[in-house]
């Protein structure tokens, strides 16, 4: 044959998968020169190297195009989250600022407040000394005025009029055998309203002239109790004020404890105040009843019934 005999170059096509970036396989044609032995003859090593040079010039630029590619896609990604990351700082930052700002107004505020606070109990403590002082002084003030007044209690309505203090005075001296009519500056019902019929008239409040003659009628009443008129009890107390009498009746049970103790001479002085004198001459003092009480018990021996 012919051929055969022939010294001519031929080529044969080798075909080799190549894969893109897309993952997409490619087929390149690589030229290989068949030597004069025939298709069958084994690739030189020259040839087969280039082959090989070009195969991997086609693998690099098509690696390095995708790289490119990926890496300015990358690029512009980063720096548009670097943008927004950045103008999201910017928003919080503002705010942060804000808010700090905010804190500060509110801390000023509070520092304030608490200042004018700390003044203002100061101030309430102070007023409410003063409050109590005051409190005390009219207490007080009430209490002297009400020094040569008496409370005349039981006797019914209308039987004083038309002149009251003229048929009180009268009372008095008949009631406890007075040597002479006492003078009185007034004397006048309460000022609440009437009672219906039937119910407890109201005291008859009654100012003495003169002071030693008020103690002289409220001796007089002590020792001639109980005091009868027209068939009903009359009681006479000094006119105290509802506070005073308030803690001068938290004495009851003591005075009726030293009753029982012969020997024993007591009395409740004003405001409440109760003066206990034993029979060596000693004088205990108590403001308070239960420091009476006790007292009572445990040095007179007397103790109130359960």
Do not use: W
Request: some cysteine; overall charge positive; charged content about 30%.
């Amino acid at each position: 044959m012919d051929n055969k005999n022939q010294k001519a170059t031929r080529q044969r096509r080798t075909t080799v998968d190549t894969s893109s970036g897309s993952g997409a396989p490619r087929r390149e044609e690589v030229q290989l020169e068949e030597d004069e032995h025939g298709s069958d003859a084994p690739l030189s090593e020259a040839t087969f190297t280039r082959a090989l040079q070009g195969l991997k010039q086609d693998i690099c630029g098509t690696f390095d195009s995708k790289m490119d590619t990926l890496t300015l896609t990358l690029r512009s990604e980063i720096l548009s989250v670097k943008a927004e990351l950045k103008a999201n700082v910017n928003s919080i930052q503002t705010l942060v600022e804000t808010q700090g700002a905010t804190i500060k107004d509110l801390e000023a505020s509070a520092t304030s407040c608490s200042d004018e606070l700390t003044s203002l109990q100061a101030s309430v403590c102070d007023l409410a000394e003063e409050v109590k002082q005051l409190q005390s002084k009219c207490e007080d003030l009430e209490g002297r005025s009400r020094r040569n007044n008496i409370r005349l209690i039981g006797l019914a309505e209308g039987l004083e009029l038309p002149n009251t203090r003229e048929f009180i005075s009268q009372l008095l001296r008949d009631l406890l055998r007075l040597e002479e009519v006492p003078l009185l500056d007034r004397a006048h019902r309460s000022s609440r309203e009437k009672p219906k019929e039937g119910a407890p008239p109201r005291p008859i409040i009654i100012r003495v002239h003169y002071f030693h003659v008020k103690e002289q009628i409220l001796r007089r009443a002590g020792a001639a109790a109980p005091l009868l008129y027209q068939g009903r009890k009359i009681f006479i107390f000094p006119d105290f004020t509802s506070a005073v009498a308030k803690k001068r009746s938290q004495f009851v049970n003591a005075k009726r404890l030293l009753h029982s103790c012969p020997g024993i001479k007591f009395g409740l002085f004003y405001l409440a105040e109760l003066r206990i004198t034993l029979p060596d001459g000693a004088v205990h003092r108590f403001s308070d009843p239960k420091a009476a009480t006790d007292f009572i018990s445990k040095t007179l021996g007397v103790r109130a019934a359960d």
